[in-house]
């Protein structure tokens, strides 16, 4: 019989991707007090949204109101 255990990235597919992202993405982190992601991540679920697509609307909603342009030149 197979084995149906879940498979996990290997060691290669975890390095080419991280060397993806790193070429792809920037990243930024930013802190808020102990106890206020759980709470943003609910409201992010109010909106049927990930925390990270719900920051992001929110950055350009913020950039909207103030007509500032956030396409990658």
Same mark, same amino acid.
């Given at each position: 019989?197979?084995? @149906? %255990? =879940?498979?996990?990235?290997?060691?290669?597919?975890?390095?080419?991707?991280? =060397?993806?992202?790193? =070429?792809?993405?920037? +990243?930024?982190?930013? %802190? *808020? @007090?102990?106890?206020? @992601?759980?709470?943003?991540?609910?409201?992010?679920?109010?909106?049927?949204?990930?925390?990270?697509?719900?920051? !992001?609307?929110?950055? +350009? @909603?913020?950039?909207? +109101?103030?007509?500032?342009? !956030?396409? *990658?030149?």
């Amino acid at each position: 019989m197979p084995d @149906k %255990r =879940k498979t996990y990235y290997n060691p290669s597919q975890k390095a080419a991707t991280a =060397k993806y992202n790193a =070429k792809a993405y920037d +990243e930024i982190k930013f %802190r *808020v @007090k102990k106890g206020v @992601k759980p709470l943003l991540k609910e409201l992010a679920e109010t909106q049927d949204m990930s925390l990270n697509e719900f920051i !992001l609307t929110a950055v +350009e @909603k913020a950039a909207d +109101e103030v007509n500032f342009d !956030l396409t *990658v030149k």
